[in-house]
């Protein structure tokens, strides 16, 4: 099933943004480190433009909580406006015993990881709003909201234009990508 969700870069520290979120009644739900591995069979992957290049690309996820690790292979299948921006993503998910065993077996085959990304992330609720604050090594920190319940019956554009009045309505210092593509900003910090 295909969802929306909006990524934002956040200029606010990270103590700061959570005495703002705090102060505005959210939560601290949950804490946990992603270590993500992105894989292509292209040799030029890194070269694509966005949308060529996350078609042609699976990741390999760890969640890392205090109590337990859990992995997972990924494939987002992503619907992208003709400005670029992501308005909706399925993700196909399988869970794996041992990512390290899972890397060398691409590897064996040919198929390298070329990004890694790691962010610790803090979950906040209020209500139905579930909110992930993400301090992402080498990009800083951003915040992602995904669509909840009361929007499922809406077309894409409005559910994204809903999250991003929720996210701006925080009080917090954005940016103006509501679209943010953290793979993609590593790859090129230069853009």
Do not use: W
């Not at 670029?84 to 869970?95: P, T």
């Not at 554009?157 to 993609?184: A, I, M, N, P, Q």
């Amino acid at each position: 099933m295909k969802e929306t969700e909006v990524t934002v870069q956040v200029f606010n520290d990270f103590e700061e943004t959570c005495a703002i979120l705090a102060a505005r009644d959210f939560e601290l739900a949950d804490r946990f480190v992603i270590k993500d591995r992105y894989y292509s069979g292209l040799a030029n992957a890194k070269d694509l433009p966005y949308g060529e290049l996350i078609k042609n690309s699976f990741l390999v996820r760890e969640i890392i909580c205090e109590k337990e690790t859990s992995a997972f292979l990924i494939y987002k299948q992503k619907d992208i406006d003709e400005k670029g921006v992501v308005i909706a993503e399925e993700k196909v998910k399988v869970s794996i015993g041992d990512p390290e065993k899972a890397d060398r077996i691409f590897g064996l085959s040919g198929i390298d990881s070329y990004c890694e990304i790691e962010n610790s992330t803090c979950v906040f609720k209020k209500g139905s709003i579930c909110l992930a604050l993400q301090d992402v090594r080498d990009l800083g920190l951003f915040i992602e909201y995904e669509e909840d319940e009361t929007m499922k019956a809406l077309d894409p554009v409005r559910k994204t234009e809903l999250l991003k009045e929720v996210l701006t309505g925080l009080g917090l210092k954005l940016g103006s990508d509501f679209s943010c593509k953290k793979v993609y900003m590593k790859l090129h910090p230069e853009a």
